[in-house]
């Protein structure tokens, strides 16, 4: 073969010696390397070779083979270039004929797609086969536990919102259930709305613990705009080597297992064994037994007048669970208001508010009471009969009590909604908007339903601060709302006041009261008590 022909096919042609000392290049080969002449060119062929290849490529020659073929990464131009070298000894001297193929461009394709068969196109998760490659990995360290999950819900969303929406969904799920991994556990996506967690150096029973925080994170609304979506999910538990040996193994028992938390009610963990028998780690469980347990409390955010006189308080929800911690009601009322507990939990809220109240009321007889209703608690059977039964029982003056409604609970069932509001208006009970500016509001329920007050949603507030352009405009809505409040005979309550810059505008746009962490945050009913003592 001639060296012009080997040249088109050949990029590099050179002779080194066994000790790879350079002894010709070819002129391709000079300019391959970006060298224009051989006296650029180094002596040894090892100043060409990155050094990381240098202690192979010198027991090659070491060995004096007769051919020899490697992928080599090669210096061009002091970057790293993927090369394939083939050597032929040379019968005469002790040298060889390199001859030098880029194979870069075909390495990176190899690598793309070495990442393409071991990911997940979607969510960019390890697949199936990454997944058994860290399973036979992790198995040299000992026990772990495989988790795997699949969503509850997720064909409800692809079928209502599309699937665009349903891919947004499983890369916001991977992104929730990544914050949780640990540094050695293993996040994969087995396909579908199904993934798998290798959990490193955990038993079951600790997974199980841990996870407790999956049940929560995905429990959190997903914007699906233009509404949002709730997903829940379920989990089976299988360890190794306890529940098998082998990947396969381990994996249909966690799959056995994740079933049966499907069957017993979504939502769930359970852990595998041979009868199938379930420990109940779901959030339902969890609310039915801190309300048994009395892991739920209220407490109670000063408002103010402004004079900045404590003229009444809004009830929080609080949860200080044994399992998973302090959830704020933001993430846990959702769950409530799904599972079907928030009636139960709702007149429980009621029943302590209404009881404190009583006791407010010894130190400041015209103390007004503001308790959140949830929609779904209107939506229930005789919602009026059971404000009006709390009462009652509680001896509380009906008069000094506020109900904060949202304009969700307005739109939905209205004839109902109308009725109830309206008979519980008879016997005293005022109704105000919470968050009002942030949904549908509809002007006409505001005349038209015996509504008291609005409350100005903290977004609004907010913005109120730092005046910049946008903020002018928010200023302006602020003072719209209140006038047009005003109005029609409807007082304004502004929440989320956390500075005097706010305070002051919102006075002078003649805002009636005014609650935030600038006057006070929420507090225990004895702190209140407290406060009310003082203002004696
Ligand atoms: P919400 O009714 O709008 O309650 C006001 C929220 O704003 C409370 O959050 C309160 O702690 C917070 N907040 C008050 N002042 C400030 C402030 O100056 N700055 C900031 N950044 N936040 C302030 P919380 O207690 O986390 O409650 C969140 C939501 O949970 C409530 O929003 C309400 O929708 C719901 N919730 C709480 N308790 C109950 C309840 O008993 N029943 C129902 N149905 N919902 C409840
Ligand atoms: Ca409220
Ligand atoms: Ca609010």
Redesign the pocket.
């Known amino acids: 073969m001639s060296a012009p022909t080997l040249d088109r096919v050949i990029d590099v042609v050179a002779r080194i010696d066994h000790s790879g000392e350079l002894a010709f290049m070819s002129e391709p080969g000079l300019s391959w390397f970006g060298v224009t002449s051989t006296v650029q060119l180094p002596t040894s062929f090892f100043d060409l070779l990155h050094p990381v290849e240098a202690d192979a490529f010198r027991e090659q020659l070491a060995s004096l083979p007769d051919t020899f073929v490697i992928d080599a990464r090669l210096l061009k131009g002091g970057n790293e270039v993927w090369a394939n070298l083939r050597g032929y000894q040379l019968p005469d001297a002790r040298q060889y004929l390199i001859c030098i193929l880029d194979i870069s461009p075909w390495k990176s394709d190899q690598t793309a797609l070495r990442h393409a068969a071991e990911h997940d196109e979607l969510t960019g998760l390890p697949n199936r086969t990454a997944l058994r490659h860290a399973f036979e990995d992790l198995k040299q360290q000992g026990v772990f536990t495989v988790a795997l999950l699949d969503l509850d819900g997720f064909k409800k969303v692809n079928d209502t919102f599309g699937h665009g929406m349903g891919d947004a969904v499983l890369k916001e799920t991977t992104r929730r259930l990544g914050k949780l991994m640990g540094a050695n556990d293993v996040l994969a996506r087995l396909g579908g709305d199904e993934f798998v967690m290798l959990l490193a150096g955990a038993n079951a029973t600790d997974a199980g613990a841990r996870l407790t925080s999956v049940l929560l994170a995905i429990a959190r609304p997903y914007d699906t705009a233009p509404h949002n979506a709730y997903l829940g999910v379920s989990i089976g538990l299988a360890e190794y080597p306890l529940h098998g040996d082998d990947y396969s193994t381990v994996l249909k028992n966690a799959d056995t297992a994740m079933y049966f938390s499907k069957n017993a009610g979504k939502n769930r963990i359970t852990v595998f064994t041979e009868t199938a028998e379930s420990v109940d780690f779901s959030i339902n469980a969890a609310i039915h037994h801190g309300i048994q347990e009395g892991e739920f409390y209220?407490?109670f955010?000063p408002q103010y007048n402004i004079e900045r006189r404590l003229v009444g308080a809004?009830?929080?929800?609080?949860w200080s669970s044994r399992t998973f911690g302090r959830v704020?009601?933001?993430k846990f009322?959702p769950i409530v208001?799904e599972s079907g507990l928030?009636p139960f939990?709702?007149k429980w809220?009621l029943r302590y508010?209404c009881h404190q109240l009583r006791r407010f009321h010894e130190l400041m007889p015209d103390f007004v009471m503001s308790?959140?209703?949830?929609p779904v608690?209107f939506g229930g059977e005789d919602f009026d009969t059971l404000v009006l039964e709390v009462i009652a029982e509680t001896g509380v003056d009906s008069h000094r009590v506020i109900l904060?409604i949202?304009e969700s609970t307005l739109m939905q069932s209205q004839e109902k909604t109308e009725c109830a509001l309206a008979k519980l208006r008879e016997h005293g009970i005022r109704f105000s908007i919470?968050?009002f500016g942030t949904g549908f509001s509809s002007l006409a329920y505001l005349t038209r339903l015996p509504v008291s007050s609005i409350?100005i949603?903290?977004a609004f507030?907010?913005a109120i601060e730092n005046p910049c352009e946008n903020c002018v405009s928010d200023q302006k809505l602020v003072t719209a709302m209140i006038d047009l409040a005003h109005n029609i005979n409807l007082k304004v309550v502004a929440?989320?006041?956390?500075t005097e810059e706010q305070f002051n505008f919102l006075k002078q746009a003649g805002c009636n009261l005014i609650?935030?962490?600038?006057l006070g945050?929420?507090v225990s009913g004895a702190a209140i008590t407290s406060l009310l003592e003082a203002a004696a």
């Open positions: 209220l407490e955010q809004e009830a929080l929800m609080r704020p009601p933001d009322i208001e928030m939990l709702g809220a508010a308790i959140n209703v949830s608690q904060e949202t919470d968050d409350k949603d903290k507030i907010r929440e989320g006041v956390e609650q935030g962490y600038l945050k929420p």
